[in-house]
Every structure is written in structure tokens, then in C-alpha cells.
């Protein structure tokens, strides 16, 4: 298997409850290395721009809202088959609907308040990153 990149977003309600190293010890657990990592509070202009392909969406200006709500921690996460694992140790958007273990069903408080954000796809995971980090910021 080959060597990914995904990002990764510690979400508002996870930074306000101080759980950030709980989430990222499941990363870790799983095999995943966390090799570029910054703790921002998004302005209103830069949440809709990362999330500008929800723009069109009835929930776009909540999401856009709660994600400027508080700190955020952005982290690059690598390792092999990173998107995927990443997707699988985060679990289902909708926190009733993960499965037992996952991040969002052992730490989301709801569909929007879900403690974690993860890249859907290698090409989506290398737009997200260069958002937010540099090829310098990335320590392997």
C-alpha cells in the first residue's frame, strides 16, 4: 500500500472540551503519524472558502458558524492508506449512526458537532492540506 497524506480538523467542540490529544492518540493507535499540525481560529471568510463545495447546501451558513465558534486544531495525518483509515477511525458524519469506537460516536455531540473533519479522497486531502500548510510545515 502507498504512503498517504489526509488532513485532518480537530473541531470546535473537541477544542472546547480538551480532547484533542485523546483524538489524536486514536490516529496514532491506528498508525497514522500526525506530520504538520497548528492550532487556528478560522475567520468567517476562510471556513466558507475551505468549505465552498457546501455552499449551495441548506446547512452551509451553520457549519460555516460553529467552525469559526472556537479554536481549531489542523493537522496533516500520513501513513498508509491514510484517507481511508482516517475516514474509518472518524466513523459516520451523523455521531448515532458510527459505529462503537469511532471518534464522532465516542466523542461527537451531533451531525455538526462531530469533533473531527477528514479529506474524502487523496485529491481532496491534497487541495485541504495546501490550504492550510506549506510543503516547509510538513515534517515527516
Same mark, same amino acid.
Given at each position: 500500500?502507498?504512503?498517504?497524506?489526509?488532513?485532518?480538523?480537530?473541531?470546535?467542540?473537541?477544542?472546547?472540551?480538551? =480532547?484533542? &490529544?485523546?483524538?489524536?492518540?486514536?490516529?496514532? !493507535?491506528?498508525?497514522?503519524? $500526525?506530520?504538520?499540525? #497548528?492550532? +487556528?481560529?478560522?475567520?468567517?471568510?476562510?471556513?466558507?472558502?475551505?468549505?465552498?463545495?457546501?455552499?449551495?447546501?441548506?446547512?452551509?451558513?451553520?457549519?460555516?458558524?460553529?467552525? =469559526?465558534? &472556537?479554536?481549531?486544531?489542523?493537522?496533516?495525518? !500520513?501513513?498508509?492508506?491514510? $484517507?481511508?483509515?482516517? #475516514?474509518? +477511525?472518524?466513523?459516520?458524519?451523523?455521531?448515532?449512526?458510527?459505529?462503537?469506537?469511532?471518534?464522532?460516536?465516542?466523542?461527537?455531540?451531533?451531525?455538526?458537532?462531530?469533533?473531527?473533519?477528514?479529506?474524502?479522497?487523496?485529491?481532496?486531502?491534497?487541495?485541504?492540506?495546501?490550504?492550510?500548510?506549506?510543503?516547509?510545515? +510538513?515534517?515527516?
Amino acid at each position: 500500500m502507498a504512503i498517504e497524506r489526509t488532513l485532518s480538523i480537530i473541531k470546535p467542540d473537541a477544542t472546547r472540551r480538551n =480532547i484533542t &490529544g485523546k483524538i489524536n492518540m486514536r490516529f496514532e !493507535e491506528a498508525g497514522l503519524r $500526525v506530520v504538520a499540525q #497548528r492550532r +487556528i481560529r478560522l475567520t468567517r471568510p476562510q471556513a466558507e472558502a475551505f468549505y465552498a463545495v457546501h455552499a449551495e447546501r441548506s446547512f452551509f451558513n451553520d457549519l460555516c458558524a460553529f467552525m =469559526i465558534s &472556537g479554536p481549531v486544531v489542523v493537522q496533516v495525518l !500520513e501513513g498508509e492508506n491514510a $484517507v481511508q483509515k482516517n #475516514r474509518d +477511525i472518524m466513523g459516520a458524519t451523523n455521531p448515532a449512526n458510527a459505529k462503537p469506537g469511532s471518534i464522532r460516536r465516542d466523542f461527537g455531540e451531533s451531525i455538526e458537532a462531530n469533533s473531527v473533519h477528514g479529506s474524502d479522497s487523496a485529491e481532496t486531502a491534497a487541495t485541504e492540506i495546501a490550504y492550510f500548510f506549506g510543503e516547509i510545515d +510538513i515534517v515527516g
